[in-house]
C-alpha cells in the first residue's frame, strides 16, 4: 500500500506521493518573478527558506481561477529541491494498494496534461491521476 495526498483541479483529483509532501499550506503572498513562465507564479518565504512555486491549473494548460479559502500550496521536496504546487485543494490521503495502480499509455494527440500522468490508481469506483513530477516539474535526471 502507499499513501498519496489528493490535489483537487475542479473535478480532477490527481495523487502525489506522501514521501514527496513537506506541508500543505494556505494560500499565502507570493511575489512575483520576471520574464518567468507563465504557470511560474513566483516565490514565497516559508519559515525563512524561499521557494519556487508554480500553478498545477497552468502547467495543465487549464485556466487559472481566482484563490478562495480552500487553495493550497503543497510544498514538495523532490529531486534534492523544494518547489510549491498551487492547487484548488487538498485536504485527503488516501492508501491505494500497488496492485490498484495501472500504468498509461498516451499517443501524441492526446491532451496537453497527459504528458505530466503516468499512471492511474483506483480505490471502489474513484481514479486518481499520479502525477510524474519528473516531467511536471521538467527535471532532467
Given amino acids: 500500500m502507499s499513501l498519496y495526498v489528493i490535489a483537487k483541479i475542479g473535478e480532477e483529483e490527481y495523487a502525489l506521493d506522501i514521501e514527496k509532501v513537506q506541508t500543505i499550506e494556505k494560500i ?68 491505494i494498494a500497488e496492485e490498484n495502480i495501472d500504468t498509461l499509455t498516451f499517443n501524441e494527440n492526446t491532451e496537453e496534461f497527459s504528458r505530466y500522468v503516468s499512471k492511474v490508481g483506483k480505490i471502489k469506483d474513484k481514479v486518481f491521476l499520479l502525477l510524474d513530477l519528473k516531467r511536471l516539474l521538467d527535471i532532467k535526471v
Avoid at 64 to 81: G, Q
Avoid at 86 to 91: E, G, P, Q, S
Fill in 28 to 95: 499565502m503572498p507570493i511575489t512575483r518573478v520576471p520574464q518567468s513562465d507563465k504557470h511560474v507564479k513566483g516565490v514565497i518565504n516559508l519559515r525563512g527558506e524561499i521557494i519556487p512555486v508554480i500553478s498545477l491549473r497552468e502547467k495543465l494548460g487549464l485556466e487559472e481561477k481566482e484563490y478562495d479559502e480552500n487553495t493550497r500550496i503543497i510544498v514538495l521536496k523532490a529531486f534534492d529541491m523544494l518547489v510549491g504546487m498551487i492547487v484548488d485543494n487538498a485536504n485527503e490521503v488516501v492508501d
